[in-house]
T-cell receptor, first 112, second 113 residues
Framework: LAKTTQPISMDSYEGQEVNITCSHNNIATNDYITWYQQFPSQGPRFIIQGYKTKVTNEVASLFIPADRKSSTLSLPRVSLSDTAVYYCLVGGANTGGFKTIFGAGTRLFVKA | NAGVTQTPKFQVLKTGQSMTLQCAQD?????MSWYRQDPGMGLRLIHYSVGAGITDQGEVPNGYNVSRSTTEDFPLRLLSAAPSQTSVYFC????????????FGPGTRLTVL
């Protein structure tokens, strides 16, 4: 399974764009990159998933360079309610993908 | 759809007691898993199942048993509770595996005295 490395914490202000980068140097050809968000006392919630280049949904964008050794979750114009822990996961069905390994995540704190 | 449900929400046990945490999903997902999350930490995989009758160990399986007799249910059994098992337990399901969106339950907060 590809190991992921993320910053432990980040601070931001309301209205700013926040970019959280995840390193996954050992990503395999069949691996997908998935990001989850977790609020206190709740289970993680899916944000976005991608394989290459750029993926955008109503919540976030995910940028993946050509070598796929890293990825960046972009949250546009964050609000106080975006304060949460964000997890980057890498895996796929052909690379032990049934075992999901969550790292420590990135704790984002949005200030007014 | 109710999604993923877990019972109970809270539980206090004494050392040595046994109990079963219940997890059910109504999305016809093949893949189900159990995680534990200690304060300030990420989630650690305890056991997972890729379908009825098939289970396997995750990162931290010791002290826990699972079975998967139906697609819908995936109970987690603590055989002899220890204070080190004090944690929040999350159950999750997905259609296939990690490449699919995982849906998490609300969690069970377990305290072992």
């Amino acid at each position: 399974l590809a190991k992921t490395t993320q910053p432990i914490s980040m601070d931001s202000y309301e209205g700013q764009e926040v970019n959280i980068t995840c390193s996954h140097n050992n990503i395999a050809t069949n691996d997908y990159i998935t990001w989850y968000q977790q609020f206190p006392s709740q289970g993680p919630r899916f944000i976005i998933q991608g394989y290459k280049t750029k993926v955008t949904n109503e919540v976030a964008s995910l940028f993946i360079p050509a070598d796929r050794k890293s990825s960046t979750l972009s949250l546009p114009r964050v609000s106080l309610s975006d304060t949460a822990v964000y997890y980057c996961l890498v895996g796929g069905a052909n690379t032990g993908g049934f075992k999901t390994i969550f790292g420590a995540g990135t704790r984002l704190f949005v200030k007014a | 759809n109710a999604g993923v449900t877990q019972t109970p929400k809270f539980q206090v046990l004494k050392t040595g007691q046994s109990m079963t945490l219940q997890c059910a999903q109504d999305m016809n997902h093949e893949y189900m898993s159990w995680y534990r999350q200690d304060p300030g930490m990420g989630l650690r995989l305890i056991h997972y199942s890729v379908g009825a009758g098939i289970t396997d160990q995750g990162e931290v399986p010791n002290g826990y048993n699972v079975s998967r007799s139906t697609t819908e249910d995936f109970p987690l059994r603590l055989l002899s509770a220890a204070p080190s098992q004090t944690s929040v337990y999350f159950c999750a399901s997905s259609f296939r595996g990690v490449s699919d969106t995982q849906y998490f339950g609300p969690g069970t907060r377990l305290t072992v005295l």
